[in-house]
């Protein structure tokens, strides 16, 4: 058992037998092996406040998250818990409209994710928990760092899911799910709350996301779920007296079951959600969203929630000679390194690392297509989001064959082009490849000296003409608009 504790104030934090407990001076919460917010041993730590304490209480062993009211007051517990032992989900993912892989509070749950604390972080003013899972099937490899972040004095707490497509192919569409069961009354009340609603839904104007949940009995508890995400959705649970996490697609659509307006009374869950969409291989992205005990910190959370704990990198650029490149990017001072990813198109990706603002990548191979990204580190420890990624040419060295010997028209395209050239027959199939790396289209050349293809449809922007044969691969520019 580790045991970390703080005093001359209420603030404790413990991890026993896989399971960790976070309190501050408002809120307390915890956190099991699982990722879910919950904890299953009434042993683990005699915290809590008074008799009704929810980690010396066998009826509250399960606690989720619990806001404890101002010194004197009795209960002093309201938020989101549960009996012990209740297998139902608490958090999932889902890849387009596939399986659904999610942790119940209890156990891990039928298609689990395995996982387990990875960490605990005092950082001052703060203290955060990390858990980490890999969620691994033939197709799909997901690495999910989710980071539970709870002020000393806050009334809220934050919750940083940094996932990470670490497969190698792109994930088109994913979405992420977390379900509450927001039973705001005390126990001996019956475990419901009257007025569960959706507030509003994020629309990239700077509306955020927001749910509530009321319990009456004592002082009107509160429970909140809010995002300032524009790619998050709240919803109502999917039927009244049940908590199960069924489909994260559902959640965010607000469809077979869950409600993605309206006001429903009695005991329902409410849920949050999140759709990302193209996360490449090697691609971190972060969902943020925030769990609030009192109305009135609704808007303090969400601009807690909007800040960016690592600002990602701006403006990479480069210059490219015939066997190196130099890259350079712009900074933050919170930055203290930097990990570029890339290599050749279609190749092997390799990862450079510096502390620098910029980087020289020499052994590159002439007239090849190179595509890189950049991402940062920062002086917490946390890392940012990767930068766009963006592609870079170097050219031929003197006396080689010229890929200029093929040529595209025209260039710029908008519509129908042609690629031609008297050694083309030579190569086998043609590749059309996007800044971001990603295969347009692939063509047979079947031995033709010209190939007419039509970029209609495209997006505007540079693409990488590929021949690909017995010999060296061939690489030519493209500008559609």
């Not at 959640?251 to 996360?279: C, E, K, M, T």
């Not at 609030?292 to 808007?299: C, L, S, T, Y």
Request: charged share 15%; net charge negative; aromatic share 10%.
């Amino acid at each position: 058992m580790v045991l970390l504790a703080y005093a001359g104030a209420p603030l404790h934090a413990q991890i026993f037998d896989g399971q960790g407990v976070l309190q501050g001076k408002r809120v307390e919460l915890g956190i099991n092996a699982c990722g879910v917010y919950a904890v299953n041993s009434a042993t683990l730590a005699g915290l809590g406040s008074g008799p009704e304490g929810p980690f010396n209480n066998p009826v509250l062993a399960g606690l989720g998250a619990i806001y404890l009211n101002e010194p004197g007051d009795f209960p002093p517990v309201c938020g989101d818990y549960w009996f012990p032992g209740t297998p139902e989900e608490s958090f999932g993912f889902q890849l387009g409209s596939g399986p659904v892989f999610k942790n119940g509070r209890a156990d891990c749950g039928f298609n689990a994710i395995p996982g387990a604390l990875y960490v605990y972080e005092d950082l001052g003013t703060v203290r955060r928990m990390t858990w980490r899972g890999v969620l691994h099937t033939d197709s799909v490899r997901l690495t999910i760092f989710q980071r539970t972040t709870l002020g000393t004095d806050a009334r809220f707490f934050r919750t940083e899911v940094h996932i990470t497509n670490s497969g190698s192919s792109a994930m088109e569409e994913l979405y992420y799910a977390r379900s509450m069961d927001p039973d705001n009354d005390h126990a001996s009340s019956g475990f419901f709350t009257t007025t569960n609603r959706v507030i509003t839904q994020a629309d990239g104007s700077g509306t955020p996301s927001l749910i509530e949940a009321i319990g009456p009995a004592f002082g009107m508890c509160y429970l909140g779920l809010a995002s300032a995400d524009p790619r998050s959705r709240v919803a109502l649970g999917i039927s009244p007296g049940t908590f199960s996490l069924t489909n994260p697609s559902d959640a965010w659509h607000g469809i077979n079951g869950y409600g993605a307006s309206g006001i429903q009374p009695g005991d329902w869950s409410i849920s949050i959600a999140f759709r990302v969409q193209n996360l490449m291989p090697g691609q971190t992205d972060t969902l943020r969203y925030v769990h609030v005990f009192e109305a009135e910190d609704v808007p303090l959370a969400l601009a807690f929630d909007s800040v960016e704990a690592c600002p990602t990198p701006a403006s990479l650029s480069g210059v490219a000679a015939a066997e190196r490149a130099d890259l350079y990017w712009e900074g933050h001072a919170t930055h203290i390194g930097y990990k570029l990813r890339g290599g050749a198109v279609g190749g092997s990706p390799f990862v450079k690392t510096t502390t620098n603002d910029s980087i020289r990548i020499n052994g590159l191979t002439p007239s090849t297509a190179y595509q890189w990204k950049v991402r940062a580190k920062c002086s917490d420890g946390s890392e940012s989001a990767y930068a766009p990624v963006q592609l870079f040419s170097t050219p031929a060295l003197r006396g080689m064959a010229q890929a200029s010997a093929f040529k595209v028209f025209p260039n710029p395209a908008s519509g129908v082009f042609a690629l031609s050239g008297e050694t083309l027959p030579t190569y086998d199939r043609v590749r059309i490849i996007d800044m971001a790396g990603r295969l347009v289209q692939e063509v047979g050349l079947n031995g033709q000296s010209t190939l007419t293809l039509n970029a209609a449809g495209w997006n505007s922007g540079i693409y990488t003409v590929q021949l690909l044969g017995k010999g060296a691969p061939q690489y030519l520019r493209l500008q559609v608009r």
